[in-house]
């Protein structure tokens, strides 16, 4: 089969024929069609991503969607067919998704939302799973809560503010002046990160109270912000990037709480992936009630193509989530 094979860290990305894989017990052999970009899949070719470690010669991509070919021994649910989605690889020894063909563990999978495309559910794993595991898990986000989403015109942001909708929340959002309108489509209240101050923001949209649930998608001094823009006591922030070192002080003396995101740990470690499943399930059942759509970038990248979609989402040039058609 064909395959991007990463052969050292900062090295190009070159189009290979590499043994196709066939798929071991409790696994499915996917034909790849389409493989969602993320930030993070720069940061793993450039050897910049320490906590998603691989060790090349590698076949990078997180992201896929696709269908399956065969399945191994003890694998229920699934059927050759059956068009799937998935986080599924290119972090530890699991192969990624830039190939045609991968065999990946069947508890990563669900069934793509019938009402997208291929290319619209290969944008979708990582980042709705981490959105999920953030306002759902940890946060526990429900109607008649003010939720405030840092980076709401992001990969992870976007969807963050319509699964917060969807739960019936009202959602405010920060964004760069080029990036506002894009949050005001999603439904969300749009706030000028570069025009407005943490106070003004919390003073005009909950009264100086603070927001129940503060969502950062940024991380850094950001992170810190979420801290003063939390409501008192009952305030939670949810971080998808606290990787600093940071004071909590601030939000010691609200007396609220923090939690972290790892998506990745179920891949590296092996436990709870079942739960990446059954978040992908619900999060088809949105984008089924058209509640959830990824937005993306309308170019058609191609395996030929992997080093210049890797520059538009690293460049900033993307207005969307980068695919790559297999």
């Avoid at 840092?150 to 942001?157: E, I, K, M, R, S």
Wanted: glycine share 14%; proline share 5%; hydrophobic share 40%.
């Amino acid at each position: 089969m064909r395959a991007v094979v990463l052969e050292e860290f900062g090295g190009s990305l070159d189009v290979r024929e590499i043994p196709r894989p066939a798929p071991e017990a409790g696994q499915v052999l996917v034909r790849i069609q389409a493989s969602g970009v993320n930030p993070l899949d720069a940061k793993i070719r450039a050897g910049k991503a320490a906590h998603a470690r691989v060790r090349p010669p590698a076949v990078l991509g997180l992201d896929l969607a696709g269908t399956v070919e065969q399945t191994g021994t003890g694998v229920e649910g699934f059927r050759a067919g059956d068009d799937v989605y998935g986080l599924t690889g290119g972090v530890g020894d699991l192969q990624g998704s830039l190939a045609e063909y991968a065999a990946v563990d069947a508890r990563l999978l669900a069934r793509k939302p019938a009402s997208i495309s291929m290319r619209e559910a290969a944008a979708l794993p990582l980042a709705a799973i981490t959105a999920w595991e953030g306002l759902v898990d940890r946060a526990q986000v429900h109607g008649g809560q003010k939720v405030l989403i840092h980076g709401g015109a992001g990969g992870v942001g976007h969807l963050a503010v319509q699964l917060a909708r969807a739960r019936g929340a009202e959602v405010y959002a920060t964004a760069s002046p080029q990036r506002t309108r894009v949050v005001e489509r999603l439904g969300a209240t749009p706030i000028d990160r570069t025009t407005t101050t943490v106070d003004d923001y919390v003073a005009e949209h909950t009264g100086g109270a603070g927001f129940d649930i503060v969502f950062d998608t940024v991380g850094g001094p950001v992170l810190d912000a979420s801290f003063t823009a939390v409501r008192t006591y009952t305030g939670h922030v949810v971080s998808a990037l606290g990787w600093g070192t940071h004071s909590l002080a601030p939000l010691s003396f609200r007396g609220a709480t923090y939690s972290g995101v790892f998506t990745l740990l179920p891949m590296l470690t092996g436990r709870g992936r079942e739960h990446h499943g059954d978040i992908l399930r619900e999060v088809a059942a949105l984008a089924d009630r058209g509640e959830l759509r990824p937005i993306l970038d309308p170019r058609d990248f191609t395996l030929d193509r992997v080093a210049e979609a890797h520059e538009a989402v690293e460049d900033g040039t993307a207005t969307g989530k980068v695919v790559i058609g297999i």
